[in-house]
């Protein structure tokens, strides 16, 4: 009996509350933040994150608009890994410029106004300044300036580095080796792929299980693909894709393969000019050569033509004859 008094004590009048009062002091405070949740963010892991972008480079790009601009000023800026970014429009007028306004916009999109803006008025010259920090592909596009109710603008174009290849289409033959290759001026990229293109898609070429493929490059900036016994079936388009942090880039090259017997059309089109030519000419000679070894008909041509002329000079001559007689009748 003696072992059940403190817990009859507890549940006794009056001492519910102070339970209550327990339980409540030993629960954990929401607002302290539960270590579990995915969205909680320690102070060491945040200033974790502001070291990692105050270490990135700065990319820093400068626009100039007038009030005389008819069309949209553009500048490309190039990133191929994590960067702080400052773009500066000055925008000059003869004009008072208190009214003046400018905004932000990505992508035709209005950008919200925070404190990475910052827009200052000296004289007849507006200067706009947006300061941001590109850590992935979706941060990359076109950031606009505009001004005033003209939407005077200068762009300012966010890309990755592109990867160049050959413009016109390489022409090879069958059975032959051919190499494509592709470029990336002033750029490191992480990684180069090959795709080849079908009516459906692009197609990953795998070097290592296909001995007709081999990929190679001697810099990080360039890269080659050499394709050994060609078919017909091998020609067409041919994608290298560069990677980097940030974002892809790819060139498209369009092979060409041709038989042996393409390059003798041509000349088997002279030749059968020709032998047609030679064709008329002998046709001509042996007309000719026939005609003179048959006299006789020659001459049935000569009395033909002796018979025409006899009937016209009698007719000729029989006009005046009658004329004389009317004449002597008179």
Not at 4 to 28: F, I, M, S
Request: glycine share 6%; aromatic share 8%; with cysteine.
């Amino acid at each position: 009996m003696r072992s059940h008094t403190g817990l009859r004590a507890l549940v006794a009048p009056g001492y519910p509350l102070l339970l209550l009062c327990l339980l409540a002091a030993t629960r954990p405070d929401p607002a302290e933040g539960d270590p579990t949740d995915p969205t909680f963010t320690s102070l060491p892991v945040r200033e974790e994150m502001m070291a990692k972008y105050s270490n990135l480079s700065l990319k820093s790009c400068n626009i100039s608009v007038t009030e005389k601009s008819n069309v949209s000023v553009e500048e490309n800026v190039i990133l191929e890994k994590p960067s702080h970014v400052e773009l500066k429009c000055v925008y000059t007028a003869t004009k008072d410029l208190n009214l003046m306004n400018v905004t932000w916009k990505k992508d035709d999109e209005p950008l919200e106004t925070t404190g990475d803006f910052n827009t200052t008025k000296m004289g007849n010259t507006l200067t706009s300044q947006y300061r941001f920090i590109v850590f992935n592909s979706k941060q990359l596009g076109k950031y606009s300036c505009v001004f005033g109710e003209k939407e005077l603008r200068g762009t300012f174009n966010i890309h990755v580095p592109k990867a160049h290849g050959k413009k016109k289409s390489l022409i090879a033959y069958v059975g032959d080796s051919t190499v494509l290759k592709c470029v990336c001026q002033d750029c490191l990229p992480l990684n180069w792929t090959w795709y080849m293109g079908n009516e459906t898609a692009q197609v990953p070429i795998d070097a290592h299980s296909n001995e007709k493929y081999i990929i190679n490059g001697s810099h990080a900036n360039e890269t080659r693909l050499k394709i050994k016994h060609l078919l017909e079936e091998d020609g067409g388009s041919y994608w290298c894709r560069a990677t980097f942090q940030l974002g892809e880039s790819e060139e498209q090259n369009e092979l060409v393969v041709l038989s042996f017997l393409v390059p003798l059309k041509p000349f088997l089109a002279i030749l059968a000019e020709v032998i047609l030519l030679v064709a008329i000419i002998l046709l001509c000679e042996v007309y000719t050569h026939k005609k003179k070894n048959d006299p006789d008909a020659g001459k049935e041509f000569e009395q033909i033509e002796q018979l025409k002329s006899d009937d016209s000079n009698g007719i000729e001559n029989n006009v005046p004859r009658y004329r004389k007689t009317d004449s002597a009748d008179q």
